[in-house]
């Protein structure tokens, strides 16, 4: 494409799953590394040419493609009922199948809590996405991971031509996808008959032996957890990561995790752990999720399990999918809490809904919205009004935009400074996505008051605290002050403090973030920071991302820990 550097970044979304994200970004990347033109559909295709010629150009002329991930990105149908995606001129699938055949980095980036891709949701051109290694970009942590990800992308950029910044075989490589030669395509079978899978290099042999190892001190780790609530999780975790490659031993430990998790004898326990192994579950196993969301209790838990398990049916048995999504929709419906269930319920099944059915997911964002504003009490109203908008951002940003506008007006008017320094933080959490510079003034208003709090029950200290976590995401250094400048009464708050500190910090500085981590003195927070740092890590510092796995003591949390690193 004219004017495109070779330190181009091509961005690939689809419009009706990801665009707030991309356009967001797209600014943040223009104004962060000015050199490198941004390529986006919308902007960079001159009137009359081909797309398709368009795309090839701009691929060619890119060092780094980001593919933009929503809930929708694999299942979004058009107007005849069939999946995007397995069309051939899909263009999201052109940009990304173009990209991976001439050997362009790429770069998967699950948005909002996207699930990651398999292979089986793939057509053949696209399968070797799903064993890319996933950026996350969430809408409540939104600055720390567009911070990670500009960081990479910094780092493709820097390398110099023909470097391996990517250590992943070329495309070639793969016997089921084309390489491309000027305009023609040329299989491997055309040139020496099985030259392509003849050896695999050397550096993937030596990593999935890692992988083997590290899985295995997984499991280890998973198999000697003692809090029942969390073993099953454990297990299916390991259980996901082994799936492809020893299905037999993952459906042994998937088995195990459900018989723990019904065995509990507390119902509101054994709903968290069935809820919590549905998760892990869902992708490899779906009659067993399907039957295990059926069992939970929680009203709430059951409709978002049976909804996201929806999700990841949505492509491959669509009429199942819509039969899960209605029995989503009617248990939430059912549920009697309007003062936060009900309303974040609604919420989740409507965006995994939105999919197969907007209008209904935009009727039920309209309920969830209802129960909202029905509250009474100002500071939950504040918290649910800023949940919602956060479960809608991407699908319906005018709506999420006016929810948080709501939110704000409500938590300007308490008077309670305790209740208004909290209800000024979500909202400050909800906008800093979106409007970090709004969130930052609110951050400021919500410390001063928070600052001029006098008593003598801890009100000032809990309401820093709310401040520093809500600041982590857009100012960490002054978070990471405030932390310190505290007098906890218990050692579980300033824990907490720190490890969010931590989390929002482990992509952009993981050496202040690993810091802040190791001086928690409460063991379970201690844990949960480190494997956030070392997941964080897990891409681009295997070496220390497994240091830092190993000298965690929670095993629950050494385990999420060793399965990111595996999975990278």
Same mark, same amino acid.
């Given at each position: 494409?004219?004017?495109l550097?070779?330190g181009?970044?091509?961005?690939?979304?689809?419009?009706?799953d990801?665009?707030?994200y991309?356009?967001?970004?797209?600014?943040?990347?223009?104004?962060?590394?000015?050199?490198?033109?941004?390529?986006?559909?919308?902007?960079?295709?001159?009137?009359g040419?081909?797309?398709?010629?368009?795309?090839?150009?701009?691929?060619?002329?890119?060092?780094?493609?980001?593919?933009?991930?929503?809930r929708?990105?694999?299942t979004i149908?058009?107007?005849?009922?069939?999946?995007?995606l397995?069309?051939?001129?899909?263009?999201v699938?052109?940009?990304?199948q173009t990209?991976?055949?001439?050997?362009?980095?790429?770069?998967?980036?699950?948005?909002?809590?996207?699930?990651?891709?398999?292979q089986?949701?793939?057509?053949?051109?696209?399968?070797?996405?799903?064993?890319?290694?996933a950026?996350?970009?969430?809408?409540?942590?939104?600055?720390?991971?567009?911070?990670?990800?500009?960081?990479?992308?910094?780092q493709?950029?820097?390398?110099?031509?023909g470097?391996?910044t990517?250590h992943q075989?070329?495309?070639?490589?793969?016997?089921?996808?084309?390489?491309?030669t000027g305009?023609?395509?040329?299989?491997?079978d055309?040139?020496a008959?099985?030259?392509?899978a003849?050896?695999?290099p050397?550096?993937?042999r030596?990593?999935r032996?890692?992988?083997?190892?590290v899985?295995?001190?997984?499991?280890?780790?998973?198999?000697?957890?003692?809090e029942?609530?969390l073993?099953?999780m454990?297990?299916?975790?390991?259980?996901?990561?082994?799936?492809?490659?020893?299905?037999?031993?993952?459906?042994?430990?998937?088995?195990?995790? @459900?018989?723990? !998790?019904?065995s +509990? /004898? %507390?119902e #509101?326990?054994?709903?968290?752990? =069935?809820? &919590? *192994?549905?998760?892990? $579950?869902?992708?490899?196993?779906p009659?067993r999720? @399907?039957?295990i !969301?059926q069992? +939970? /209790? %929680?009203e #709430?838990?059951?409709?978002?399990? =049976?909804? &996201? *398990?929806?999700?990841? $049916?949505?492509a491959i048995?669509?009429d199942?999918?819509a039969?899960?999504?209605?029995d989503a929709?009617?248990? #939430?419906?059912?549920i009697?809490?309007?003062?936060?269930?009900?309303?974040?319920?609604?919420?989740?099944?409507?965006?995994?809904?939105?999919?197969?059915?907007?209008?209904?997911a935009?009727?039920?964002?309209?309920?969830a919205?209802?129960?909202?504003?029905?509250i009474?009490?100002?500071?939950s109203?504040?918290?649910?009004?800023?949940?919602v908008?956060?479960?809608?951002?991407?699908?319906?940003?005018?709506r999420?935009a006016?929810?948080?506008a709501?939110?704000?007006r409500i938590?300007?008017?308490?008077a309670?400074?305790?209740?208004?320094?909290?209800?000024?933080?979500?909202?400050?959490?909800?906008?800093?996505?979106?409007d970090?510079?709004?969130?930052?003034?609110l951050?400021a208003?919500?410390?001063d008051?928070?600052?001029s709090?006098?008593?003598?029950?801890?009100?000032?200290?809990?309401?820093?605290?709310?401040v520093?976590?809500?600041?982590?995401?857009?100012d960490?250094?002054r978070?990471?002050?405030?932390?310190q400048?505290?007098?906890?009464?218990?050692?579980?708050e300033?824990?907490?403090?720190?490890?969010?500190?931590?989390?929002?910090?482990?992509?952009?500085?993981p050496?202040?973030?690993e810091?802040?981590?190791?001086?928690?003195?409460?063991?379970?927070?201690?844990a949960?920071?480190?494997?956030?740092?070392?997941?964080?890590?897990?891409?681009t510092?295997?070496d220390?991302?497994e240091?830092i796995?190993?000298?965690?003591?929670?095993?629950?949390?050494?385990?999420?820990?060793?399965v990111?690193?595996?999975?990278a």
């Amino acid at each position: 494409m004219p004017g495109l550097s070779s330190g181009g970044i091509f961005l690939s979304y689809r419009r009706e799953d990801t665009a707030p994200y991309a356009r967001l970004l797209q600014s943040q990347l223009s104004e962060r590394i000015p050199d490198a033109q941004v390529f986006m559909d919308l902007d960079s295709i001159e009137p009359g040419r081909d797309f398709a010629d368009v795309i090839r150009e701009a691929v060619d002329s890119c060092a780094v493609l980001v593919a933009l991930i929503g809930r929708q990105w694999a299942t979004i149908a058009d107007e005849e009922g069939r999946r995007r995606l397995g069309a051939p001129d899909d263009y999201v699938r052109f940009e990304v199948q173009t990209a991976l055949e001439r050997g362009v980095r790429v770069i998967p980036v699950l948005v909002d809590e996207a699930r990651p891709l398999r292979q089986q949701q793939l057509p053949s051109g696209l399968q070797k996405l799903a064993r890319l290694n996933a950026l996350k970009l969430s809408y409540d942590r939104y600055q720390y991971d567009v911070d990670r990800l500009v960081d990479l992308i910094q780092q493709v950029l820097a390398a110099p031509p023909g470097a391996d910044t990517v250590h992943q075989p070329p495309a070639s490589a793969d016997a089921d996808t084309p390489a491309v030669t000027g305009s023609r395509i040329v299989r491997p079978d055309e040139n020496a008959p099985g030259e392509a899978a003849q050896k695999e290099p050397e550096p993937f042999r030596s990593d999935r032996a890692r992988a083997a190892r590290v899985l295995a001190d997984a499991e280890r780790a998973a198999q000697s957890v003692t809090e029942e609530y969390l073993k099953p999780m454990a297990l299916a975790e390991v259980a996901k990561a082994l799936a492809a490659a020893d299905p037999d031993h993952a459906a042994r430990l998937n088995a195990e995790a @459900e018989d723990i !998790a019904q065995s +509990i /004898s %507390d119902e #509101a326990t054994k709903a968290m752990a =069935l809820a &919590n *192994l549905a998760v892990p $579950l869902a992708a490899i196993d779906p009659d067993r999720t @399907e039957r295990i !969301a059926q069992s +939970i /209790s %929680d009203e #709430a838990m059951k409709a978002v399990a =049976l909804a &996201n *398990l929806a999700v990841s $049916l949505a492509a491959i048995d669509p009429d199942r999918a819509a039969r899960l999504n209605g029995d989503a929709e009617r248990i #939430a419906q059912s549920i009697t809490d309007e003062y936060s269930g009900k309303g974040r319920a609604l919420a989740d099944v409507a965006k995994a809904l939105a999919a197969a059915d907007p209008g209904r997911a935009a009727w039920l964002i309209a309920d969830a919205e209802r129960i909202a504003q029905s509250i009474t009490d100002e500071s939950s109203k504040t918290k649910v009004l800023a949940e919602v908008a956060n479960v809608i951002a991407a699908a319906d940003p005018d709506r999420a935009a006016r929810l948080i506008a709501d939110a704000e007006r409500i938590a300007q008017s308490i008077a309670y400074k305790p209740g208004k320094v909290s209800a000024l933080a979500e909202v400050a959490k909800a906008l800093a996505a979106t409007d970090p510079d709004h969130a930052a003034r609110l951050n400021a208003e919500a410390e001063d008051i928070a600052q001029s709090i006098t008593d003598e029950y801890g009100e000032k200290e809990r309401a820093l605290a709310e401040v520093a976590k809500a600041m982590a995401f857009t100012d960490p250094s002054r978070a990471e002050q405030i932390t310190q400048s505290i007098t906890y009464r218990f050692e579980s708050e300033e824990a907490s403090t720190l490890a969010d500190v931590a989390r929002a910090l482990a992509g952009t500085d993981p050496g202040r973030a690993e810091r802040i981590a190791r001086s928690i003195t409460f063991e379970p927070e201690k844990a949960s920071a480190l494997a956030d740092v070392a997941g964080a890590l897990a891409a681009t510092d295997p070496d220390r991302a497994e240091y830092i796995a190993r000298s965690i003591t929670n095993k629950f949390s050494r385990v999420i820990a060793l399965v990111a690193i595996a999975e990278a």
